[in-house]
Structures are given as C-alpha cells and as structure tokens.
C-alpha cells in the first residue's frame, strides 16, 4: 500500500544508511524497521519488583547474621545433632 508520510530527517538520513550498507532496498529496511517498531510498542512495560518482607523471628545469640556462611554451618550442624539424637 502507498503513502505519505512525513519522517524526521535524521531518521531518513539513518534509514538510507542502513539501506546502503546492508545492500537492501530502502523500501525494505523502512518496512523492517517499523515492524520493530511495532513489536516493541507491542511489549507489555515490566512492572517493577515487589519483594514482600518475611519475619524471620528472633537471631540467635552468638551469630553474627553478616556472616551468612557461618550461620548457614551453624543451622547445618544443629539439624545434623537432632538426627543424630533422633537415632539413639
């Protein structure tokens, strides 16, 4: 289909040079453009991330909660004495 429209002279000016150094017709590159174009227009906006709080109780006595390995070894070997206590 044919029409008029009327495009920013940068944007032709960009357009021409797409056209010439890809080796494609400009008729071609206008077109694929727009349908990027498009496709974008087309992406729902990302809605920003929403983390919801938890309580986590209590920290221990003891542990130092900036130091996330220790306190990981410190849970570790908690759980390995119950089941041990678990398999008198």
């Known amino acids: 289909m044919r029409t008029t429209l009327t495009i920013d002279d940068q ?3 960009a357009l021409k040079e797409t056209a010439r150094r890809s080796g494609k ?3 071609q590159v206008a ?3 727009l349908r990027a174009g498009l496709r974008e227009l087309a992406r729902p906006t990302p809605r920003p991330y929403r983390l919801q709080p938890a309580d986590m109780g209590q920290a221990r006595f003891g542990i130092d909660l900036d130091k996330a390995l ?3 070894a410190a849970l570790e070997d908690d759980a390995i004495v119950r089941e041990l206590e678990q398999h008198k």
Do not use: Q, R, T
Request: proline share 8%; glycine share 0%; net charge neutral.
């Open 70 to 72: 220790h306190l990981a």
């Open 25 to 27: 017709p400009f008729k």
């Open 11 to 13: 944007i032709i000016a």
């Open 31 to 33: 077109n694929e453009a």
